[in-house]
């Protein structure tokens, strides 16, 4: 196939009729355009153009040629200008996955502030725990807790999640108070992402760790039902901070063995590849690193 930038050269030359007004377009010397349309014309095997002292034309075989080159290299050409443009300005359609336990109200106001901010900017939003390819759902971004496995994608720390043990008045009343973790067997508890019933909690204390199989009547998989159940006293809960510090605060919830969490659980924003990055996806980064969540907790 012959090279395209020989053939941009040769179109521009057949436009103006001229070698060296078709250099000053191009910014290049007569020479190296003249040089070009050569090289075309070996590669095709034929005469584009008829050259003499006075005057330069078209050769039947080369008015074809151009006739079928010119208008797709237009496209070509208003194709890469409307990707550059787009490399200038943010607009277009944005991907997003979130986990469930973004499909709420703060989340959303977020959303609504970046959309008035930038108004030719369209988000898509997925709220799922699945972990979708991003690849191959075409996803610019997703938000995602804890341990990352996939190795290929490129993963930017927003904040820090911790989860305590939490439960009402009422379901403690009558209910010895766990005084170890171990204790936790013998409570029931709701569970995220439980199965037959039973879920293993790993909590911490300072550099001491442990693993703690727990029962309860209820399992789910966002927080929000979890938050939910806790709330309405169906067991203890091991609730991220977010979820229950203010419930803490106002005496609605009771937390327990104060010096055992869980670990420090990671929040990232990750996407496919930091090569070309479009500019509606750098300013939602910049917008989301901004962002005083109050659905995780700052990085020191």
């Known amino acids: 196939m012959a090279d395209l930038n020989d053939i941009a050269v040769f179109v521009k030359v057949a436009q103006y009729g001229s070698f060296s007004r078709a250099a000053h377009s191009l910014g290049m010397p007569v020479s190296t355009v ?166 293993d909690w790993h909590l911490v204390s300072g550099r001491k760790s442990i693993d703690v199989r727990v029962s309860g009547p209820v399992s789910s998989r966002d927080f929000d039902a979890v938050s939910a159940f806790t709330y309405r006293g169906h067991g203890i809960g091991l609730l991220p901070s977010t979820y229950c510090d203010e419930e803490i605060k106002r005496g609605e919830l009771i937390r327990l063995l104060p010096d055992w969490s869980s670990p420090e659980i990671f929040v990232h924003a990750v996407y496919p590849t930091r090569r070309f990055l479009p500019l509606r996806l750098q300013v939602f980064l910049e917008a989301l690193k901004a962002w005083k969540s109050p659905l995780w907790l700052p990085l020191r």
């Open 34 to 199: 003249s040089r070009k349309v050569t090289s075309l014309e070996e590669q095709l095997g034929v005469t584009l153009l008829q050259r003499t002292t006075r005057k330069l034309s078209l050769t039947a075989q080369g008015r074809a040629y151009y006739d079928r080159c010119s208008e797709p290299l237009a496209h070509l050409i208003d194709a890469e200008q409307a990707l550059t443009e787009t490399q200038r300005k943010p607009e277009g359609l944005l991907k997003i996955s979130v986990p469930v336990t973004f499909g709420q109200e703060v989340f959303y106001e977020f959303i609504s502030s970046f959309l008035k901010a930038y108004p030719d900017i369209q988000v898509d939003l997925f709220v799922t725990n699945l972990f979708l390819d991003l690849v191959a759902e075409n996803i610019d971004l997703a938000i995602r807790f804890g341990e990352l496995k996939d190795s290929s994608i490129v993963a930017q720390r927003l904040g820090k999640s911790v989860r305590y043990l939490v439960a009402t008045s009422g379901y403690l009343e009558g209910r010895a108070l766990p005084s170890k973790p171990e204790d936790l067997k013998e409570h029931r508890c709701v569970l995220l992402n439980g199965r037959n019933g039973e879920a």
